[in-house]
C-alpha cells in the first residue's frame, strides 16, 4: 500500500552527514596505504594501484572510486589521478603540507573516542581517552600538523606588513608566528608559553632560522603578564583551554602589553550567531568536549571580553578548513 501523500523533500543531506564515517574511514585507509602517493607520479589502474599498496585489487577499486566520489581524485578510462588539494596535502615527502599525521590521530585517536559521545551528551562530561605515551605521540603529531595547516592559512589570509615587535602568547605551536616572522623580516617576537612547551618552541624556531628574532620566555599562560610594549600580539589556540575568568585576564594582560594602536589576532573556533553557524566550528565544539572537555566559546562572548580589556573588535576572518581569526585593535 503507497500513500497518497508521498514525501517529496530531499533527504540527501540527512543520508550524507549520517553515513559521513564512511568516507572518514575510508580516507584514514587510502592515506594508511599510501593511495594518494602510489598516484604522485601520474594516473594508475587499479591494478597498478594494488601492485603499488600491495591490498588487493577489489580494495584498490573500492577506496580509489571512494576518494574519486569525494573529489580527492579523478576517474577517467580506468585511470585514476590526483587533484590539486590531494596533491597539496596527501602525498607524503612530495606533499606541501602532509597531513597523514593528523589523519592517523583522527583515525587511532578521535574516531575511537568518538564512540564515547552518548555518554558525553547524557552528562555533559569528557570520555577517558586512556593514554599510553605511545598514543600521546600520535595526539601531538595530529595536532601539530593540524596547526601547522592553521598557520599556513593564517599567513596566507594576514597582512604582518609595518610590524617590528610581536607577542606570541599562550599558543600551543610557533608556526603561526613563524610564517608572520618569515613573511616580513623586519619583525621579532617574544614567545611567552607555558614552561612544558618551551624547548620545542627553541627548537623549532632554530629549526627556522629565526632564533636570533625571538625571545621564549617560560610562564603559565593563565598569569603571564608580559612587558611590551608590542604592537602585534597573537593569541592562537588559546581560549578553548582556559576558562572565563582566566581569558579574561590573559587579554587584560596581553592589553597592558601592547601599545596604543596594536593589532592582536586570536584564532580559535566559535559559535557564531549567524543563519547558519558555520559547521567545522560547531563539529569541533563536541570534538573538544568528548577529548578533554575543553569549550568552544560564542565569538559574541569573546568579542565581550576584547572590549573590557581595552581591545576593539574588528573584524573575523574565517581560515580554510581551519578556524577563525578574530582581529583587534588596542584602544
Known sequence: ????????????????????YMGAQQLFAASRIGLFTALAEGGRTVAQIARTTGVSERMSRILADAMA??????????????????????????????LSPFLTFLAEISYPHWLQFPRTVDTD?????GMTDERWKTFLAGVMTYNQLHADMFAGALDFSGHTNALDLGGLAPYFAIRAMQANPDLKTT??????????????????????????????????????PFDLVFVNHVIHRFSVEENRAIFKHA??????????????FYLD?????????????????????????????VRSWLVEAGWKPLETVALPGSPRVLLAEAI
Open 69 to 98: 566520489g569525494l573529489g580527492l581524485l579523478t576517474r577517467e578510462d580506468g585511470r585514476y589521478t590526483l587533484t590539486e588539494t590531494s596533491q597539496a596535502y596527501l602525498t607524503g615527502g612530495r606533499a606541501q603540507l602532509d
Open 125 to 129: 562530561q569528557p570520555g577517558d581517552l
Open 191 to 228: 614567545f611567552v608559553y607555558a614552561p612544558d612547551f618551551t624547548e620545542a618552541v627553541n627548537q623549532q624556531l632554530a629549526e627556522a632560522g629565526l632564533a636570533d628574532r625571538s625571545v621564549v620566555e617560560a610562564v603559565d599562560t593563565a598569569t603571564a603578564e608580559p612587558k611590551g
Open 255 to 268: 592589553r597592558a602589553a601592547a601599545s596604543a594602536g596594536a593589532r592582536l589576532a586570536v584564532l580559535d
Open 1 to 20: 500500500m503507497t500513500s497518497s501523500n508521498p514525501v517529496t523533500a530531499d533527504p540527501s543531506r540527512i543520508l550524507d552527514i549520517a553515513t559521513g
Open 273 to 301: 550567531d549567524d543563519a547558519q553557524q558555520r559547521p567545522i566550528d560547531a563539529l569541533h565544539a563536541g570534538e573538544y568536549l568528548v577529548i578533554d572537555g575543553t569549550v568552544v566559546f560564542p565569538e559574541a562572548e
